[in-house]
C-alpha cells in the first residue's frame, strides 16, 4: 500500500511514473518480500515449526498423499476462475460501467469478508487437529461454534453496508452510473454475506480434515448446474438485467451452503483418513 502511489504516480528522481504496470510491480514486491520473510521465520525457528534441508530427501509417498489431497482443491480454484470469465462475458453487453461495479464489487466483497475468512480458516485447522486427536464430536462443535461467530460478525456489516452502500462504493469510485449499479450490487450481496460463514466455515473444516472432493464437487454443481444456467436466464429473459447476474451468483451460493449443512451433518467426513 505504502509502495503503491510511489511507483504508480511517481516521486521525484527516486521512483520513476510507472501508471498502471507500477501498481502491478509494488504486487510482485510486497508478495515476493513477504515469501522472503517467511521462508527466514521458518528455517529460523521463530515459530513452531523449524524448516532444515539437513538429510533432505524426496518422500514419494508423502508426495503422493499431499497431491491426492490438493488435487480436488486445484481442481476447485479452476473452476472459480473459468466462472468468473463466464460471469463478465455475461456482464459485458450492459456496459463499461456494469462491468467496472462487478470488477469494484469483487475486491469490496473481498476486503469485507477478509477479517471473518480468518475464522474460518482457524476452524479448519483446529477440525483437522481435532479428528486427528480422534475427538470428531469437538471437531463438529469447532465448525458450528465458528459458523455462529462468522455469521455474527457478516450481520454487522451487513446493517452497515444497508444502510450506507454509497459510503463504500464512493471510497474507490465516484462515477454516478457505476456508483448507482454498484450500490444495487452490495445490497444484493448481503445474501451472500450472511451465508457465507457456511460456505467458508465448513467448507475449510472439510478441506483441513482431508475431505476435499465434497467442496469440490459442491462447487462444481452450483456453479455450472445452478449459477451460470440462472446467470443466463436471469439477465437476459427477465426485466432484472445485469441484476439478474448478481443474483444468480448468490442463490447459488445459498444452494451451496444448504448442501454442505446437509453433508456435514451426515458425518462422513468424520470418518476420513489421509
Given at each position: 500500500?505504502?509502495?503503491?502511489?510511489?511507483?504508480?504516480?511517481?516521486?521525484?528522481?527516486?521512483?520513476?511514473?510507472?501508471?498502471?504496470?507500477?501498481?502491478?510491480?509494488?504486487?510482485?514486491?510486497?508478495?515476493?518480500?513477504a515469501?522472503?520473510?517467511?521462508m527466514?521465520?521458518?528455517?529460523?525457528?521463530?515459530?513452531?515449526?523449524?524448516?532444515?534441508?539437513?538429510?533432505?530427501?524426496?518422500?514419494?509417498?508423502?508426495?503422493?498423499?499431499?497431491?491426492?489431497?490438493?488435487?480436488?482443491?486445484?481442481?476447485?480454484?479452476?473452476?472459480?476462475?473459468?466462472?468468473?470469465?463466464?460471469?463478465?462475458?455475461?456482464?459485458?453487453?450492459?456496459?463499461?460501467?456494469?462491468?467496472?461495479?462487478?470488477?469494484?464489487?469483487?475486491?469490496?466483497?473481498?476486503?469485507?469478508?477478509?477479517?471473518?475468512?480468518?475464522?474460518?480458516?482457524?476452524?479448519?485447522?483446529?477440525?483437522?487437529?481435532?479428528l486427528?486427536?480422534?475427538?470428531?464430536?469437538?471437531?463438529?462443535?469447532?465448525?458450528?461454534?465458528?459458523?455462529?461467530?462468522?455469521?455474527?460478525?457478516?450481520?454487522?456489516?451487513?446493517?452497515?453496508?444497508?444502510?450506507?452502500?454509497?459510503?463504500v462504493?464512493?471510497?474507490?469510485?465516484?462515477?454516478?452510473g457505476?456508483?448507482?449499479?454498484?450500490?444495487?450490487?452490495?445490497?444484493?450481496?448481503?445474501?451472500?454475506?450472511?451465508?457465507s460463514?457456511?460456505?467458508?466455515?465448513?467448507?475449510?473444516?472439510?478441506?483441513?480434515?482431508?475431505?476435499?472432493?465434497?467442496?469440490?464437487?459442491?462447487?462444481?454443481?452450483?456453479?455450472?448446474?445452478?449459477?451460470?444456467?440462472?446467470?443466463?436466464?436471469l439477465?437476459?429473459?427477465?426485466t432484472?438485467?445485469?441484476?439478474?447476474?448478481?443474483?444468480?451468483?448468490?442463490?447459488?451460493?445459498?444452494?451451496?451452503?444448504?448442501?454442505?449443512?446437509?453433508?456435514?451433518r451426515?458425518?462422513?467426513?468424520?470418518?476420513?483418513?489421509?
Amino acid at each position: 500500500i505504502a509502495l503503491s502511489p510511489l511507483l504508480i504516480f511517481g516521486w521525484g528522481d527516486v521512483f520513476p511514473r510507472l501508471g498502471v504496470s507500477g501498481a502491478a510491480l509494488t504486487g510482485v514486491i510486497s508478495q515476493g518480500v513477504a515469501g522472503a520473510i517467511g521462508m527466514w521465520m521458518l528455517y529460523s525457528g521463530r515459530t513452531r515449526i523449524r524448516l532444515t534441508m539437513k538429510n533432505f530427501r524426496f518422500d514419494w509417498q508423502m508426495i503422493w498423499r499431499i497431491t491426492k489431497i490438493g488435487i480436488p482443491s486445484s481442481i476447485m480454484g479452476t473452476e472459480r476462475s473459468s466462472a468468473n470469465l463466464l460471469v463478465m462475458w455475461f456482464i459485458v453487453p450492459f456496459g463499461t460501467a456494469a462491468v467496472a461495479a462487478h470488477a469494484l464489487l469483487e475486491r469490496v466483497d473481498n476486503f469485507i469478508r477478509m477479517p471473518a475468512m480468518g475464522l474460518g480458516n482457524a476452524a479448519g485447522v483446529l477440525a483437522g487437529q481435532n479428528l486427528g486427536a480422534k475427538q470428531p464430536e469437538r471437531a463438529e462443535k469447532t465448525a458450528w461454534l465458528s459458523v455462529g461467530l462468522f455469521t455474527g460478525v457478516m450481520f454487522v456489516i451487513s446493517v452497515l453496508v444497508w444502510f450506507w452502500p454509497e459510503y463504500v462504493i464512493r471510497v474507490f469510485n465516484t462515477e454516478s452510473g457505476m456508483v448507482e449499479i454498484a450500490v444495487n450490487f452490495l445490497r444484493i450481496q448481503i445474501v451472500h454475506f450472511m451465508v457465507s460463514g457456511i460456505t467458508l466455515v465448513l467448507m475449510s473444516c472439510l478441506n483441513g480434515v482431508g475431505d476435499t472432493w465434497a467442496p469440490t464437487l459442491n462447487t462444481l454443481i452450483t456453479l455450472w448446474g445452478v449459477q451460470m444456467p440462472l446467470a443466463y436466464l436471469l439477465s437476459r429473459f427477465t426485466t432484472l438485467g445485469v441484476l439478474g447476474v448478481r443474483w444468480a451468483m448468490v442463490i447459488a451460493v445459498v444452494v451451496r451452503a444448504a448442501v454442505y449443512v446437509v453433508y456435514f451433518r451426515t458425518g462422513r467426513w468424520k470418518h476420513k483418513t489421509v
